[in-house]
């Protein structure tokens, strides 16, 4: 009987270990990755994708290379920097919609998205906690995948931001590029070595081209962002090493520059006049927006992932030597960095901005709210150390923070719980939303009916009516034609497939 209860009793105080918690975490990332993107092949483009795209087909068709689609590209940036708007990288990037080279590779548009975003969370996450904050490998590997899967699983809108190429490439695309710009930039001011120096080097001065290029979030975020990196370097930590951001600074400076004074912007403007608010009017309602929208970025769902967080957490910074001095400095500076994030709609439309514009805001909230909880555990485990003495310091120096395994079961049920009684499960969780559209064969027919589509505007006539989507997947549908051929997305598919009008038939 005694043996037996010593059993139990192991098994009821079994905690993973690091490697098996590390291993669990890459487990459920690709769990959450797979359903998003299986469903990129039913992706199918529209409206702008075919605006900017006909820029690179156009020089394709003209020097029959399609190498010529990025001399396309860069002249859609060109046309468009004097047209419409100054975000020069991003258009260059919509111009390249891969349906130039035919509407079968569309699905690499979202791919590439999904893969961005992927690389610029996990190396972000990386070089913040080992690099920076000298993470122990195995829990912070874990951490980082549990960061990952709750940008992706919790993304504001999976269908403007993964399955539109168009949307999805101005915002979280280049959201992505912002964030490994910021990783180069930390590596880059930590380097040994003449080889890493030049190559990250080389690298910080073109993501920085690129990222300042981008939509006025990110390129906004990733500018504050570059320079508190230099400041922190030079000023507050003398390293010497920190002036090789310079050049990189000064790039973005330029780049941000031309951005914001390019003369489409004026006229886009003008489109719009009376809808936004005065610079100052937007900076003080980027504040009340960031407490606005704080439930419903964060939500319980979120709050369960930042406790389940915690017993890494606590392992892994248990032999930092990082000090986590003025968290309540962090918490601030973090609050307004993600406040930005709604000063540009707030001053060009009066609101928050649109769900695209949301993306790219809400995935800088989610990094910044996790790496504050670890910010604010790192401080609370220093202070416990230096105030401890006695019995409670031998307890919290033998005490590594490790949960037992019916810590991780119970959480598990919470989530359980909490994704059952969601209103919209599909809608609130992209990877069973995913999971969802292709399981039920939506995704399929969709496609399928988009395929009759472009069968039928390959064909002869010079007036083409369609026939209304049946299906229409949230993720995959971003909306349908009018019966109006004069309605700019009739229009658009008119022109890309050479036809004098496309119209919706009236289901009436």
Request: charged letters at 15%; aromatic letters at 16%.
């Amino acid at each position: 009987m005694k043996g037996a209860r010593e059993k139990f009793r192991k098994f009821w105080l079994w905690k993973p270990g690091k490697i098996l918690l590390a291993v669990g975490c890459c487990g459920l990332l690709l769990l959450t990755l797979i359903p998003l993107f299986r469903l990129t092949v039913y992706a199918v483009p529209y409206y702008d994708d075919y605006n900017f795209g006909r820029f690179a087909r156009a020089a394709m068709e003209q020097e029959q290379s399609k190498w010529a689609a990025i001399s396309g590209a860069l002249d859609c940036s060109r046309t468009q920097w004097y047209a419409w708007q100054g975000t020069y990288s991003s258009i260059f990037f919509m111009a390249l919609m891969p349906a130039i080279w035919g509407e079968q590779y569309y699905f690499l548009g979202p791919v590439f998205i999904l893969l961005l975003l992927l690389a610029g969370t996990m190396i972000f996450t990386h070089v913040i906690l080992r690099k920076v904050l000298g993470m122990e490998k195995w829990t912070g590997l874990a951490a980082q995948a549990v960061i990952t899967v709750a940008v992706f699983m919790f993304i504001y809108s999976a269908q403007s931001g993964f399955y539109w190429y168009n949307g999805g490439v101005h915002y979280v695309g280049m959201h992505g590029f912002g964030l490994l710009m910021l990783s180069v930039a930390i590596c880059l001011e930590r380097a040994e070595g003449r080889t890493a120096t030049g190559l990250l080097f080389t690298a910080s001065v073109l993501l920085s081209m690129i990222t300042a290029g981008s939509n006025f979030v990110t390129a906004l975020q990733g500018l504050l962002s570059l320079l508190t990196i230099l400041f922190i370097s030079v000023v507050v930590e003398h390293r010497k090493k920190g002036l090789w951001l310079l050049p990189a600074t000064l790039v973005y400076i330029i780049g941000f520059g031309l951005n914001v004074a390019a003369p489409g912007n004026s006229v886009r403007a003008r489109s719009y006049v009376g809808w936004g608010y005065s610079p100052l009017e937007s900076i003080g309602r980027s504040f009340l927006e960031g407490v606005k929208h704080l439930p419903e970025f964060t939500g319980s769902i979120v709050l369960m992932v930042m406790v389940m967080l915690l017993p890494l957490i606590w392992q892994a910074l248990k032999e930092t030597e990082y000090r986590f001095r003025y968290p309540g400095v962090v918490l601030l500076w973090s609050f307004c960095l993600y406040a930005t994030g709604y000063t540009p709609s707030l001053y060009s439309l009066g609101h928050a901005g649109l769900s695209r514009t949301l993306n790219a805001v809400k995935i800088t909230y989610l990094l910044l709210l996790f790496l504050n909880e670890i910010y604010w555990c790192g401080w609370l485990q220093q202070r416990l150390q230096k105030k401890a003495s006695g019995s409670t310091a031998r307890w919290l120096a033998n005490w590594n923070g490790a949960a037992v395994w019916w810590f991780y079961a119970i959480m598990g049920l919470e989530f359980i719980m909490i994704f059952q009684v969601s209103p919209n499960q599909a809608g609130h969780y992209s990877a069973y939303g995913a999971y969802y559209y292709v399981h039920t064969g939506e995704a399929y027919n969709f496609h399928q009916e988009y395929l009759e589509r472009v069968e039928k505007l390959l064909g002869d006539e010079d007036d083409v009516q369609l026939q209304p989507y049946h299906y229409k997947p949230w993720f995959l549908c971003m909306g349908d034609l009018s019966e109006d051929e004069n309605n700019e997305a009739n229009r658009s598919l008119a022109i890309w497939y050479d036809k004098d009008s496309v119209t919706l038939i009236s289901e009436d």
